[in-house]
């Protein structure tokens, strides 16, 4: 093992990425649109242009990026499915071919002896249900369950863990209210029903995967541990509402069958109106893991006078920064794992890093090294501070089409040429390969990923 400290027996190391970012093929095998295809076409919305229509071919290339992962040596291989692969318009009746494509990479990853992780939304909502109101429209939830069902039935028998949710907190805040990331929305009141209706579909596709398959079901949140700029009211004030919404809100419901004080401003509207009766029940029903990305603290400050947010996120100074321009703060992990503990106590699952890791373009990589270095030591610290953790994905495999930066931000183990598709192996690469190397197996010699 490098410089790292041991992690327990059935500790499982791995690695990320989302349909969108990776596969490319559009408009292949009866794929229909979504909403990031529509984004990212639509004139001055991602940086140079860049569109996801080839990204890394992985669609196609996926026997060699299965062969990389076995090079790589890692256990796990977390991916997203594509939904309009699975039904293009998002309801109806499935796409033999978008499955196919899903069981053929199951069965890959088997025959290297790769666990398949796999995620239902990375955010590439069919265009047609974006049509109907999208996340604004309950009808979305009930959707999602059809299809989390679908995938289910014809996966559940190998897949190891099932992440629901990809960062609802980001589609949500990036996606609806920013308008940086698909589908565009600027909605400055009236949010709920948007949070609502992801954590309405969380629940329900909990329930399909229970009918379909054994493994153990989570969503993964990007968590960041908030610091208030100062000690004054108004910015600890900023900083508690900044905590609930990106923290709490898409947790709470899930662990605690309750949303957090405060999240009525998220409406204007009477909120038994959105929240309908046993909904929490549906929502909050037992989860077997929870899936955290990690990449930066917060720093929060009470919003200047007139501005329509109740909170301004400041700049991190005196850390290393990524090519990205996030700050490192490994400890920043660390705080977050022991605040989870703090707050959810006994209800908290096991907890599986679904992402960390870092923009940085070099082939000689020694910063994102040194990046995955210092999360998992401080991995290992909130384990020792009485934290469960099963497992740790490192985000990515590949460089990808990074959403608004488009093809400009690098986070990949593997370079890749965006001309030649030619994949280089960073220095990062060899480095975790030995971390994965030197994990222990479990007693019973291949454990389950939250066993
Ligand atoms: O690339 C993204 C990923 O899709 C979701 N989590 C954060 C990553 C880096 O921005």
Redesign the pocket.
């Known amino acids: 093992m490098p410089d790292l400290p041991q992690f327990p027996p059935g500790f499982r190391f791995g690695v990320s990425t ?1 349909a969108y ?1 990776i596969e490319g093929a559009v408009a292949e095998d009866g794929r229909g649109a979504s909403i990031w295809d529509t984004f990212a076409h639509a004139p001055g919305r991602i940086r140079g242009g860049d569109t996801g229509d080839v990204a890394c071919e992985h669609y196609h290339r996926w026997e060699s990026d299965l062969d990389l992962i076995a090079r790589l040596g890692a256990g796990a291989y977390r991916f997203s499915v594509a939904w309009p692969r699975i039904q293009p318009t998002g309801s109806g009746p499935v796409n033999a071919a978008g499955l196919d494509f899903y069981d053929r990479l199951v069965d890959g990853l088997a025959a290297r002896g790769i666990d398949p992780l796999v995620t239902l939304f ?1 955010w590439d909502l069919p265009q047609a249900l974006q049509d109907e109101g999208g996340w604004n429209n309950r009808d979305t939830a009930m959707r999602f369950a059809e299809y989390a069902e679908l995938v289910g039935e014809r996966l559940g028998d190998r897949v190891k863990l099932w992440i629901t949710l ?2 609802p907190y ?1 589609h949500f805040a990036l996606g609806h209210v920013q308008g940086v990331h698909a589908p565009g929305l600027n909605m400055l009141t009236d949010q709920l029903p948007v949070v609502h209706h992801l954590l309405l579909a969380h629940g329900l596709a909990v329930s399909a995967l229970r009918r379909t398959s054994s493994a153990p079901v989570t969503l993964a949140n ?1 968590y960041s541990p908030v610091w208030p700029a100062s000690a004054s009211d108004e910015d600890q004030m900023a900083a508690a509402v900044y905590d609930m919404v990106q923290n709490h809100l898409f947790t709470d419901p899930i662990l605690f069958g309750a949303y957090p004080p405060g999240y009525e401003f998220l409406t204007t509207a009477d909120v038994d109106s959105i929240i309908m009766e046993g909904d929490l029940e549906v929502i909050s029903q037992p989860i077997q893991a929870l899936g955290v ?1 990690y ?1 930066n603290p917060s720093l929060i400050a009470a919003p200047p006078p007139g501005d329509l947010l109740p909170f301004a996120r400041l700049p991190i100074e005196g850390y290393p920064q990524t090519a990205f321009d996030w700050p490192v703060v490994p400890d920043g992990l660390r705080q977050l794992l022991t605040g989870l503990k703090e707050r959810y106590g006994d209800k908290l699952p096991p907890i599986w890093i679904t ?1 960390s890791g870092c923009s940085w373009p070099d082939i000689d990589d020694q910063f994102r090294i040194d990046y995955i270095a210092g999360d998992l030591r401080a991995v290992r610290d909130a384990m020792d501070a009485g934290v469960e953790v099963h497992g740790y994905c490192t ?2 495999l590949l460089d990808n089409f ?2 608004a930066e488009g093809y400009h931000q690098r ?1 990949g183990l593997v370079h890749v040429d965006f001309d030649t598709q030619e994949r280089t192996p960073r220095r990062s690469f060899e480095w975790y390969g030995q971390v994965c190397a030197a994990a222990a197996p479990s007693p019973d010699g291949h454990p389950d990923p939250t066993g």
């Open positions: 989302a970012q990375h990809n960062e980001i990007n990305n990449y992402e985000w990515s990074e959403w986070f």
